[in-house]
């Protein structure tokens, strides 16, 4: 910690513990689903398993949101809601395009790089939980959601999105771990139930004679990780070709030097100066 | 035409989530089908929407429930009972039973919170939020996403029409959809960006970020008596689950 940083504040100690509290939940239940709780299919998945996911991932990911947003600036919060409203959008547009991938991440993966880890994992937990009052199935997979945003953070702020080239390879393991998470969310509460396509996938593991939750759990793997890899790319090209002005009122954006070269230079008495004390440390 | 509310909406919300919670506990295919028919029907045919919301309903769950019989139906390894031999897939009596536990939990899930949301007046909602002291930010990002999610279909339709116009054909291969997506995504989102940094300052000359009280513009349609009802409906379920879940086997 610097001599300029402050210290964490009274105030900010209780957000802190909520924070940690929501991972920790997430972690412990995503471990209990993985490892303690027996997946013997055959007579259901088991009432205890479906409510502890539903209480473990989305009371987890409430007690993030609820730690984060006290948390963040007015500039994150602002472009939180254009991430949720893309992520549903965009998912119309790629339709009528005829894209045969969901994408519904753009727009969390675009908060997280603009705003930072903590505004992408909220952007991403609060997407899920409004996506719920259209369909209901996205609401327990808010916690995932959340992941997602905050690996795409911590990817962009040691430089994921400075090179394009990099971009894939971190959409490859970030998709890779959100497939982990998802997969016991959709075991545990709906059978593994998706779209014909990701069926089709769970359908080629069990013939081989995989169990329910391992089949998921590859199948998430696969689509999650070229489901990221896509909007990763997306996501840089899209950056890079928004003026430097509109990435420059980021603070996040700015202090980490997302986009490289291009977010570097910062002409005198800039963008910058009128949104001074945005909280760029905690974003 | 739209029911009488007579409910506050956080009342209705934690209804539909109790219930849900509630078919997750009993497990029970014959208890998901009693909800489905004693709960969601009549709740539905009551809504003063019932075409809206089964549509909306038969849209959300219906693939889902056609992809979860032919997953279980056809390839269910654990399933001892085969009903028929079809080569590298089998019908098992296993596979179609869990293939209705799930459908019909499916059901209920998508049947109760689309019915809860789609009667529920979101400004209401807000407001009942900010009366009961909810984070105001989290009534912000919650009430701004859901306004503006028509505003962003709608500009990213007029630029899809304004790029075909320009020469834009979507071809059959990815590459080339993938540059469509671009050619669309890139200006709506410097648009909304822009309309974001405008939206930033206005708030922050308004004093978003300051601490303090905030008026409602709306009546607070909570009451003492929904108050309670709502505790005594969490209690009630924590109740039943804890014995439920200890008693069965």
Same mark, same amino acid.
Request: net charge positive; aromatic share 6%.
């Given at each position: 910690?610097?001599?300029?940083?402050?210290?964490p504040?009274?105030?900010q100690?209780?957000?802190?513990?909520? /924070?940690?509290?929501?991972?920790?939940?997430?972690?412990?239940?995503?471990?209990?689903?993985?490892?303690?709780?027996?997946?013997?299919?055959?007579?259901?998945?088991?009432?205890?398993?479906?409510?502890?996911?539903?209480?473990?991932?989305?009371?987890?990911?409430?007690?993030?949101?609820?730690?984060?947003l006290?948390?963040?600036?007015?500039?994150?919060?602002?472009?939180?809601?254009?991430?949720?409203?893309?992520? /549903?959008?965009?998912g119309?547009i790629?339709?009528?395009?005829g894209?045969?991938?969901?994408?519904?991440?753009?727009?969390?993966?675009?908060?997280? +790089?603009?705003?930072?880890?903590?505004?992408?994992?909220?952007?991403?937990?609060?997407?899920?939980?409004?996506?719920?009052?259209?369909?209901?199935?996205?609401?327990?997979?808010?916690?995932?959601?959340?992941?997602?945003g905050?690996?795409?953070?911590?990817?962009?702020?040691?430089?994921a999105?400075?090179?394009?080239?990099?971009?894939?390879?971190?959409?490859?393991?970030?998709?890779? +771990?959100?497939?982990?998470?998802a997969?016991?969310?959709?075991?545990?509460m709906?059978?593994?139930?998706?779209?014909?396509?990701?069926n089709?996938?769970?359908?080629?593991?069990?013939?081989?004679?995989?169990?329910?939750?391992?089949?998921?759990?590859k199948?998430?793997?696969?689509?999650?990780?070229?489901?990221?890899?896509?909007?990763?790319?997306?996501?840089?090209?899209?950056?890079?070709?928004?003026?430097?002005?509109? +990435?420059?009122?980021?603070?996040?954006?700015?202090?980490?030097?997302v986009?490289?070269?291009?977010t570097?230079?910062?002409?005198?008495?800039?963008?910058?100066?009128?949104?001074?004390?945005d909280?760029?440390?905690?974003? | 035409?739209?029911?009488?509310?007579?409910?506050?909406?956080?009342?209705?919300?934690?209804?539909a989530?109790?219930?849900?919670?509630?078919?997750?506990?009993?497990?029970?295919?014959?208890?998901?089908?009693?909800?489905?028919?004693?709960?969601?029907?009549?709740a539905?045919?009551?809504?003063?929407?019932?075409?809206?919301?089964?549509?909306?309903?038969?849209?959300?769950?219906?693939?889902?429930?056609?992809?979860?019989?032919?997953?279980?139906g056809?390839?269910?390894?654990?399933?001892?009972?085969?009903?028929?031999?079809?080569?590298?897939?089998?019908?098992?009596?296993?596979?179609?039973?869990f293939?209705?536990?799930?459908?019909?939990?499916?059901?209920v899930?998508?049947?109760?919170?689309?019915?809860?949301?789609?009667?529920?007046?979101?400004?209401?909602?807000?407001?009942?939020?900010?009366?009961?002291?909810?984070?105001?930010?989290?009534?912000?990002?919650?009430?701004?996403?859901?306004?503006?999610?028509?505003h962003?279909?709608?500009?990213?339709?007029?630029i899809?029409?304004?790029?075909?116009?320009?020469?834009?054909?979507?071809?059959?291969? !990815?590459?080339?959809?993938?540059?469509?997506?671009?050619?669309v995504?890139t !200006?709506?989102?410097?648009?909304?960006?822009?309309?974001?940094?405008?939206?930033?300052?206005?708030?922050?000359?308004?004093?978003?970020?300051?601490?303090?009280?905030?008026?409602?513009?709306?009546?607070?349609?909570d009451?003492?008596?929904?108050?309670?009802?709502?505790?005594?409906?969490?209690?009630?379920?924590a109740?039943?689950?804890?014995?439920?879940?200890?008693?069965?086997?």
């Amino acid at each position: 910690m610097s001599s300029l940083t402050l210290a964490p504040t009274a105030r900010q100690r209780p957000r802190r513990l909520l /924070i940690g509290l929501g991972g920790a939940l997430i972690a412990a239940t995503y471990l209990f689903l993985v490892t303690v709780q027996p997946v013997e299919i055959a007579g259901g998945v088991g009432s205890a398993a479906s409510l502890v996911t539903l209480f473990g991932f989305l009371g987890g990911g409430a007690l993030l949101v609820g730690g984060i947003l006290p948390m963040l600036s007015t500039s994150s919060l602002v472009v939180m809601p254009l991430g949720i409203a893309l992520n /549903i959008a965009i998912g119309q547009i790629a339709g009528s395009l005829g894209m045969q991938i969901y994408l519904d991440a753009i727009g969390t993966v675009l908060v997280a +790089v603009l705003a930072g880890p903590a505004a992408g994992a909220a952007t991403g937990a609060l997407s899920n939980a409004i996506w719920g009052l259209f369909n209901p199935f996205a609401l327990p997979f808010a916690a995932g959601a959340a992941l997602i945003g905050l690996l795409a953070g911590l990817a962009a702020r040691y430089g994921a999105f400075r090179r394009v080239y990099l971009a894939p390879a971190a959409g490859l393991v970030v998709g890779a +771990v959100g497939g982990l998470v998802a997969a016991p969310v959709a075991v545990f509460m709906f059978g593994a139930a998706g779209t014909f396509g990701t069926n089709a996938i769970i359908a080629v593991f069990r013939s081989m004679g995989d169990k329910l939750l391992v089949a998921a759990t590859k199948q998430g793997l696969l689509s999650d990780s070229l489901d990221k890899i896509v909007v990763f790319v997306i996501v840089a090209l899209i950056v890079y070709a928004l003026p430097p002005r509109a +990435v420059r009122q980021f603070p996040f954006a700015r202090t980490h030097r997302v986009l490289g070269q291009r977010t570097a230079s910062e002409p005198a008495g800039g963008p910058a100066a009128t949104v001074r004390g945005d909280g760029a440390g905690i974003a | 035409m739209p029911r009488r509310r007579i409910y506050d909406p956080l009342t209705e919300l934690l209804a539909a989530v109790l219930l849900v919670v509630l078919v997750l506990v009993v497990n029970r295919w014959e208890f998901s089908l009693a909800v489905l028919v004693l709960g969601v029907l009549p709740a539905v045919l009551l809504s003063g929407r019932p075409r809206q919301i089964g549509l909306a309903i038969a849209l959300v769950t219906g693939p889902l429930l056609v992809s979860s019989l032919l997953l279980h139906g056809l390839f269910f390894p654990e399933g001892r009972t085969v009903l028929a031999d079809l080569g590298i897939a089998r019908v098992t009596a296993e596979g179609l039973s869990f293939a209705a536990l799930m459908g019909l939990r499916m059901g209920v899930f998508s049947g109760v919170l689309l019915t809860a949301a789609m009667t529920l007046d979101v400004p209401e909602l807000l407001a009942s939020m900010t009366h009961r002291g909810w984070n105001r930010k989290l009534v912000f990002v919650v009430g701004s996403a859901v306004g503006l999610i028509p505003h962003v279909a709608l500009r990213g339709q007029r630029i899809t029409r304004a790029q075909q116009a320009r020469g834009l054909v979507v071809g059959r291969g !990815p590459l080339s959809r993938f540059r469509a997506l671009l050619t669309v995504l890139t !200006p709506l989102v410097i648009g909304l960006l822009v309309d974001a940094s405008e939206r930033n300052r206005m708030l922050e000359a308004r004093g978003f970020s300051s601490p303090g009280v905030r008026t409602s513009y709306l009546p607070d349609t909570d009451s003492p008596r929904q108050r309670l009802v709502r505790r005594c409906m969490v209690a009630a379920v924590a109740v039943f689950s804890t014995v439920w879940l200890v008693a069965s086997p």
